[in-house]
């Protein structure tokens, strides 16, 4: 009896990576078919949610793995779409966008569309957790607040693409003389905040806007935010600062800085001034707001051969059952094959 083949549904938007994608969709699928999925696509419109939707719609109709292929904008949206559901499929990505930053936590190749669909057919996956703000927003990546966030709904967007994250930095650097401090209360699972800050991040992973050292210790898997409030706005200090970062992480020991491990926190600005909120790279609401970390909440696709095993929290038996679902499913793919071969 020949067995089912399980189903994939590419959500790609065409106009990512000076339209890269669009010139490899045909190999992506021809790829993944070669790896035992009955596939499809579905190229994403100016419309608004229109990867979340597709996400939504393919998620309920069974579909056993989606690949998102762009940005962080539109991995985001298709997050979006499958959170909420009962029952997720898999998620692997494509990364053809300007940081990429969730492709750099996930290790998987940049600028190279096919070799990132190569790395589906490693089986290699961990069970993600996402971020949960409001109802019914969802975050893979980061939350953040202040004065510096506001560069990413000032670049252009054909800036963003002709000049990658070069047009960030110097957006950043306009940005910095007008840096200011807000007082704000932050509830945390360890107590309380109360304070003047300039900057705050949520952090899920440790690649933040390109640079791989904003939250060292974070690890994707184990329920845990990264909170991070810079509690300076003077220019000299923020460049300080950074220049630690850069050196291996060396920020979050000082003094202006408070480093906090939380699995939800609350903030609460404490003047009239708006604080908006920024998710993966965009608006996202303003505060007060509510974040919750979905622990272990959706399985992607990653190379973990070469993520530091300090970013992932398994323990032995989890391992030992990764391992079990690992042979399970080069099984099942060889059952596939063989009966591809005697049909």
Same mark, same amino acid.
């Given at each position: 009896m020949k067995r089912r083949k399980k189903k994939a549904r590419v959500i790609y938007n065409p106009t990512s990576g000076q339209e890269i994608i669009k010139k490899n969709?045909? &190999?992506?699928? &021809?790829?993944?078919?070669?790896?035992?999925?009955? /596939?499809?696509?579905?190229? /994403?419109?100016?419309? *608004?949610? %229109?990867? *979340?939707?597709?996400?939504?719609?393919?998620?309920?109709?069974?579909?056993?793995?989606?690949?998102a292929a762009g940005g962080d904008g539109t991995i985001n949206e298709v997050v979006n779409g499958i959170a909420p559901l009962k029952h997720r499929p898999r998620l692997a990505i494509i990364p053809t966008g300007t940081t990429n930053d969730f492709a750099r936590a996930l290790k998987v190749p940049r600028g190279n569309p096919l070799e990132a669909a190569h790395l589906i057919g490693k089986h290699q996956t961990i069970h993600m957790d996402i971020g949960k703000a409001y109802e019914d927003s969802y975050f893979?990546?980061?939350?953040?607040?202040?004065?510096?966030?506001?560069?990413?709904?000032?670049?252009? %967007?054909?800036?963003?693409?002709?000049?990658?994250?070069?047009?960030?930095?110097? *957006?950043?650097?306009?940005?910095?003389?007008? !840096?200011?401090? !807000? @007082?704000? *209360?932050?509830?945390?699972?360890?107590?309380?905040?109360?304070?003047?800050?300039? $900057?705050?991040?949520?952090?899920?992973t440790n690649s933040v806007g390109g640079f791989e050292q904003?939250? @060292?210790?974070? #690890?994707? &898997?184990?329920? $845990?935010? /990264?909170? =991070?409030? !810079? +509690?300076?706005?003077? $220019?000299?200090?923020? !460049?300080?600062?950074?220049?630690? $970062? =850069?050196?291996?992480? #060396?920020? =979050?020991?000082?003094?202006?800085?408070?480093?906090? +491990?939380?699995?939800?926190?609350?903030? /609460? @600005?404490?003047?009239d001034q708006r604080m908006m909120i920024n998710l993966d790279g965009e608006y996202g609401g303003d505060a007060p707001i509510h974040l919750e970390n979905l622990k272990n909440h959706i399985e992607f696709f990653a190379n973990t051969d070469e993520i530091a095993d300090e970013a992932i929290s398994l323990d032995e038996a989890e391992l030992k059952a990764l391992a079990e679902k690992f042979a399970n499913e080069v099984e099942d793919l060889e059952q596939y094959e063989e009966a591809s071969d005697e049909a």
């Open positions: 969709i045909a &190999d992506i699928l &021809d790829i993944l078919e070669g790896f035992g999925y009955e /596939t499809s696509a579905f190229q /994403t419109t100016p419309e *608004k949610d %229109s990867a *979340k939707n597709e996400a939504r719609r393919a998620g309920q109709a069974g579909f056993e793995l989606i690949v893979i990546n980061i939350a953040a607040a202040g004065s510096l966030t506001e560069l990413t709904y000032s670049v252009p %967007s054909q800036l963003k693409t002709t000049f990658g994250y070069l047009a960030y930095l110097a *957006k950043g650097v306009e940005l910095l003389p007008r !840096v200011s401090n !807000v @007082p704000v *209360k932050i509830r945390h699972d360890h107590g309380e905040f109360e304070g003047d800050v300039s $900057m705050i991040f949520v952090a899920l904003l939250a @060292p210790d974070a #690890k994707l &898997d184990d329920g $845990m935010f /990264t909170l =991070i409030l !810079v +509690k300076t706005a003077n $220019m000299i200090e923020i !460049v300080h600062l950074i220049r630690l $970062m =850069i050196q291996g992480g #060396k920020h =979050i020991d000082d003094r202006r800085i408070e480093y906090i +491990k939380t699995n939800e926190l609350t903030i /609460t @600005p404490l003047s």
